[in-house]
């Protein structure tokens, strides 16, 4: 099948950059959501990334031009009719992922893969909504989408073998490596990370270091970009503790988030996005001005 087209449902954090990512790799991209204020942003942060690439020298005017001329941006989900291969990032929510791929089943093109970015949620359930089980796989992307190079691919228990060598093949494309693994709760990484994380939230909650010295230890001891705690403050707390939810159905209480990190969010203290999470970030903010 030759892809040109790639369609990106859902034009968040995740999306923009997908987008962004398939454009510079040469595909044309429909990228859909649904308010022209949501459209507005994704576009508005896709420019200021390619913007900042100029300034870097890694992208030239031209290169510009060309890659943002590459993006479509609608509100209208039948536009993507056109589209030869899908990629859904809209919010983890089973529900919401079903009846998009339900939606997208009754519009694209009979032979066109729909692909899920998700983290942890079952593929097979959301193929389960459609009339093309065999051409559904999970195409898990890692936020920033256009720095980081892995993508995990998810087999579904219905995925063909062509769905998953054209989604190898669209994956190298874009310039990322990948890894293979079979429908399970969590896939590798969010299973390998929650696990990392939940203990490193025990070792808080005990008192055994303070929040720095625990991401300086893995930072520095493990060699890892960002401590356990920095980054659940960055991808928010809500969204993680919700997966744990989905590991500890599955595998037990060895996933179980401790009461400390229950309360935080229940306080509305999420990490960045609510300004306050392991870390203040307001008072940080205060800080660097003052300095």
């Known amino acids: 099948m030759d892809i040109r087209t790639i369609a990106v449902i859902g034009g968040g954090a995740m999306g923009n950059g997908i987008a962004q990512v398939a454009a510079t790799a040469g595909y044309d991209v429909i990228l859909r959501d649904i308010s022209q204020a949501a459209i507005d942003r994704a576009t508005g942060t896709i420019r200021k990334s390619l913007e900042r690439l100029i300034k870097a020298g890694k992208l030239s005017e031209g290169d510009f031009q060309i890659t943002f001329g590459r993006i479509r941006a609608t509100t209208e989900l039948a536009d993507i009719a056109a589209a030869d291969?899908?990629?859904?990032?809209?919010?983890?929510?089973?529900?919401?992922?079903?009846?998009?791929?339900?939606?997208?089943?009754?519009?694209?093109?009979?032979g066109v893969i729909l692909a899920t970015n998700t983290s942890e949620l079952s593929v097979t359930k959301i193929a389960s909504a459609t009339g093309?089980?065999?051409?559904?796989?999970?195409?898990?992307?890692?936020?920033?989408?256009?720095?980081?190079?892995?993508?995990?691919?998810?087999?579904?228990?219905?995925?063909?073998?062509?769905?998953?060598?054209?989604?190898?093949?669209v994956s190298h494309k874009m310039g990322k490596e990948t890894v293979v693994c079979k429908d399970a709760q969590g896939f590798i990484t969010s299973r390998a990370l929650?696990?990392?994380?939940?203990?490193?939230?025990?070792?808080?909650?005990?008192?055994?270091?303070?929040?720095?010295?625990?991401?300086?230890?893995?930072?520095?001891?493990?060699?890892?970009?960002?401590?356990?705690?920095?980054?659940?403050?960055y991808v928010g707390m809500d969204v993680l503790v919700h997966a744990s939810e989905g590991?500890?159905?599955?595998?037990?209480?060895?996933?179980?988030?401790?009461?400390?990190?229950?309360?935080?969010?229940?306080?509305?203290?999420?990490?960045?996005?609510?300004?306050r999470g392991f870390y203040d970030y307001a008072q940080k903010e205060a800080a660097s001005l003052k300095g």
């Open 247 to 275: 590991m500890v159905e599955a595998f037990g209480d060895r996933f179980r988030m401790p009461q400390s990190v229950i309360k935080q969010v229940e306080a509305g203290h999420y990490g960045r996005k609510s300004g």
């Open 132 to 169: 093309r089980a065999d051409r559904v796989i999970g195409m898990h992307w890692f936020n920033p989408p256009p720095v980081m190079k892995l993508v995990e691919i998810v087999r579904g228990v219905q995925t063909s073998d062509e769905t998953l060598r054209l989604t190898e093949e």
């Open 194 to 233: 929650c696990a990392l994380l939940v203990e490193c939230y025990r070792i808080a909650e005990e008192g055994l270091a303070s929040f720095e010295d625990i991401d300086k230890a893995i930072r520095l001891g493990l060699n890892h970009p960002m401590g356990p705690l920095e980054l659940s403050d």
């Open 85 to 110: 291969y899908v990629i859904e990032a809209i919010p983890e929510q089973m529900a919401l992922k079903q009846d998009m791929f339900k939606q997208l089943d009754a519009l694209c093109k009979p």
